[in-house]
């Protein structure tokens, strides 16, 4: 009589061989987001940096002094036109030698120096050159005018001679204006120039302005006086 007892199958043993696969998996998505996190440090770290830069920039450009940006200003001009940059070396180099002699000449003891625009102007007060209503050089104008003239002699600029008064009536009857009165003052100072100093006429040129461009009021009589001089003007630009 047959067995009647159910068999049963051995199960198949599982296959173990695939199963690192997952730990692997897992390490390498842990990686990845790893190194997505360093990126993500790394690129934020820059930025700050960047903008931390560009802040520090602008301070820096913020603080700098109005003659630090005119000096950049220069530079890159000097790099685009070179003739330009040299001309204007020059020009930078004539005002530090004019200002200097100025100095070393002891002309700043009677007379006031400015730099306007294309000119350099030497004032020097009526008084100290004239007599009122005279144009003729009084006592001591001409020790003033050697100091003028050792700078101007070294130099090639042409040279504008302006005379001024105030308001007052021209006293005298030599003269019939304070306009008239001015450009003899002006032509004065030249012919002393020219002749007692050697400078050359060609380079000069003479203007009277009577009252007509006072630089105070002719309220007071400092004022007046401020208004009564002789300019001497330096033209920066040479023929």
């Known amino acids: 009589m047959a067995d ?15 199963l690192w696969i997952l730990p692997f998996g897992n390490l390498m998505t842990l990686l990845m987001i790893f190194f997505l996190a360093l990126f993500g440090f790394t ?35 000097a790099a ?11 020009e930078q180099g004539l005002e530090s030698q004019v200002k200097a002699m100025f100095e ?51 130099i090639r600029n042409d040279i504008v001679v302006e005379g001024h008064t105030d308001a007052s009536p021209v006293r005298g009857r030599r003269f019939k204006s304070n306009w008239e009165l001015s450009l003899a003052r002006s032509l004065a100072v030249i012919r002393y120039l020219a002749h007692a100093e050697g400078i050359d006429f060609r380079r000069f040129g003479a203007a009277g302005y009577g009252e007509y461009q006072p630089v105070a009021a002719n309220d007071t009589e400092a004022d007046r006086t401020k208004n009564r001089r002789i300019e001497i003007n330096i033209v920066r630009r040479t023929a």
Do not use: C, W
């Open 4 to 18: 009647r007892r159910p068999r049963f199958e051995a199960e198949p043993e599982p296959d173990l061989s695939t």
């Open 104 to 154: 070393e000449k002891a002309v700043s003891q009677v007379a006031d120096l400015k730099v306007e625009g294309e000119r350099f102007r030497i004032l020097l007060p009526s008084p100290v050159l004239f007599k009122p209503g005279s144009a003729d050089l009084g006592h001591g104008a001409r020790k003033v005018l050697h100091r003028v003239a050792e700078i101007l002699r070294p």
């Open 80 to 90: 685009a036109n070179p003739a330009a940059a040299e001309a204007a070396e020059a």
């Open 43 to 77: 690129y934020a770290s820059g930025v700050v940096k960047f903008e931390a830069g560009v802040f520090e920039g602008l301070k820096k450009v913020e603080a700098m002094s109005q003659e630090e940006m005119q000096r950049l200003a220069k530079q890159a001009e």
